[in-house]
């Protein structure tokens, strides 16, 4: 976990020597309350619960309406996990949860973004689409950590002020996805094929984004 956060201190630097010269550079920091989502195994079911997002991300302006953002978001949440069928080795019935007490974990994004805003730079409120691609550091109660690819797309309003401090109010959808087992198919030719199994988040939230523009 420390390297990660080694690399994006690093990245973060490095950009702000090169915005000095270039386009607008702003430092973000986020806050916002994602939603609950249920992820479904062969034999069990986890929850990602409710909980609040935050974080912080450097964002550079490649053109006018356009810019590039390296950001670290974290939610801290419970992942309770629940049995369908039921383990009386345990005393736990069908639909019983299996790590009661022992549920707490956290999701750390580390995410690159492109954003777009529509319109000019002189309006007051601007409208943005924004897309992402990083990965996600799962702390599970279950399994430890573990590094996953993470995405998720968002959009928004922002709106300026005359000062460099602007705010975004804003929706987001987050995923990541890990590998959790195989199924297993039958070929004709090939016999018993394993076929690696996928589970995924979908995690929709709102936030708003307190922005500092170092130009200004």
Known sequence: MKKYHLLFVVFLFSLTMSAQSTGSFLLNLYGGYTFSDKVDFDSSYAKVEDGFEYGAGLEYFIMENASIELKYNRLDTNMPLYTKVALPGFGIPAGGQVNAGDDKGAINYILADYTYYFGSSSQKAVPFLGAGAGIAILESPQSGSGTYFAWEIKGGVKIKTDSAFSVNINAYLQSMSAAVGYDYYWDYYWGPVAVTDYA?????????????DFKK
Do not use: D, P
């Open 200 to 212: 995924s988040t979908f995690q929709f939230g709102i936030g708003a984004v307190l922005s500092y």
